[in-house]
């Protein structure tokens, strides 16, 4: 089966954005790669770093790969230097499907992470990658203003009621990084969006995407 990439601006982004997700296409299968583009190993970097591979393993994904580039700094990077880690890794697993962060986010690496990915991305003949969707990440998708961008507006929905209790398994590695209810990136408040984006579809439990390019 053809393969999956998550490209994450940092680890824990993988899986809040697309967690249940990976596992369904795990399940399913198929492999599941992620590249995790910014933060290095001091500090709060060390401990999400620790905490990612334990977060594939309970996704059933392949470790993730990280690039290491310096985290909330990524405006001040040459973009080409982004852009050449994600054409490195889309070259060594071919992927059809790839996932990015929605590119109207808060977060100025998740601006970055979406301008490279869809530059290295772009569609010129025989490239791999069929199909690019973007996905949303809780406490800075939902935070931006409209003016940074075009607000997430989903028009893919994927059912993560078998898969959803995965990807609070793998939350939990990243408990450091959780915050107390009613803050957005809390337990409650990643299963309440799970719940609100399947009800919109009549699915119990769902996460959600925006279709930036498929190819039939």
Known sequence: MAGILVIAPHALDEVLGCGGTMARHAEDGRRVDTLILFGDDSSRGLLRHE??????AALGTNAPRFVGLPENRSDTLPLVEVVGAIERAIAESAPEIVYVPHGGSLHIDHQT?????????????????????????VSSTEWAP?????????TRFTDIERTLDRKMRALDCYAAEMRPTPHARSREGVIA????????????????????RELD
């Open 51 to 56: 905490a990612a591979p334990k977060a594939a």
């Open 113 to 137: 992470t979406f301008r490279a990915a869809m530059t290295a991305i772009r569609p010129v003949p025989k490239h791999p990658v069929r199909a690019i969707y973007a996905y949303e990440i």
């Open 146 to 154: 409209r003016a940074l961008g075009e607000p997430f507006s989903p």
């Open 193 to 212: 969006l799970a719940h609100n984006r399947g009800h919109s579809v009549g699915m119990a439990a769902a996460e959600a995407f925006m279709v930036l």
